[in-house]
């Protein structure tokens, strides 16, 4: 597959903040279903942070892949595959771009799915994950392999709605367990919210968590 043929890679990200050389951090910030970049840069602004440089991918169509996520993989193919590879081009441009700068991704609803099947599955030298409302796909709950320690200590940021109309919370508490065997240091939050979003609370969340990283206080 070439990148003329990846929808997904149609558009560049777009960019928000500072330069990365320039950041406390950079976040690599993935929408979900339905949702287009203006979501993460509504999220930029309420989180509120100068010293963060973000990077925003846009699915194309809106959607980065076709199926609900607990569905068996196949099924969300080739669009999953597509999508999986824009987070790889992405990551290794963000890396590249950023040199010292710690990298963080993050990820609401079919982002944070995306992101949790890729941190799981490829284990990306990455500074920290926030997955908000989301899991690895696939019907089964399983494991991964550990590859070389490569999320060893990583902060992740996880949080959800008890009962979350999209995101079952098995599916969300598999998913922090999983990252947990491969050494990844989980916080996982749970609350009670009808609405399927960020809300203040976790904004809060995710402030604190850059700026640990980032080095701010």
Do not use: K
């Not at 960019?15 to 993460?40: D, E, I, K």
């Not at 990298?103 to 284990?123: M, R, T, W």
């Amino acid at each position: 597959m070439t990148d003329a043929d990846n929808p997904h890679l149609e558009s560049a990200p777009v960019t928000l903040g500072p330069p990365a050389p320039q950041a406390g951090v950079v976040v690599y910030a993935v929408h979900g279903r339905g949702q287009s970049v203006s979501f993460m840069e509504d999220l930029a602004q309420r989180v509120a942070l100068p010293d963060v440089a973000w990077v925003l991918p846009a699915a194309a169509g809106g959607t980065w892949y076709p199926e609900p996520f607990l569905r068996p993989v196949s099924q969300n193919e080739p669009r999953l595959g597509q999508a999986r590879e824009a987070v790889r081009q992405h990551l290794a441009q963000v890396r590249a771009a950023a040199g010292v700068v710690p990298v963080v991704v993050l990820g609401f609803s079919q982002g944070a799915c995306l992101l949790a099947e890729h941190l799981l599955d490829e284990q990306p030298p990455v500074a920290g994950a926030v997955l908000h409302t989301g899991g690895y796909l696939g019907p089964d709950e399983h494991a991964w392999p550990d590859r070389e320690g490569a999320l060893r200590d990583v902060p992740v940021l996880m949080a959800t709605a008890q009962a979350d109309a999209w995101v079952p919370m098995h599916r969300v508490e598999a998913t922090a367990r999983a990252l947990a065997g491969l050494g990844a240091r989980v916080t996982l939050d749970v609350y009670d919210d009808e609405e399927h979003h960020v809300n203040d609370n976790a904004v809060e969340r995710i402030r604190g968590f850059l700026r640990r990283l980032s080095g701010g206080t």
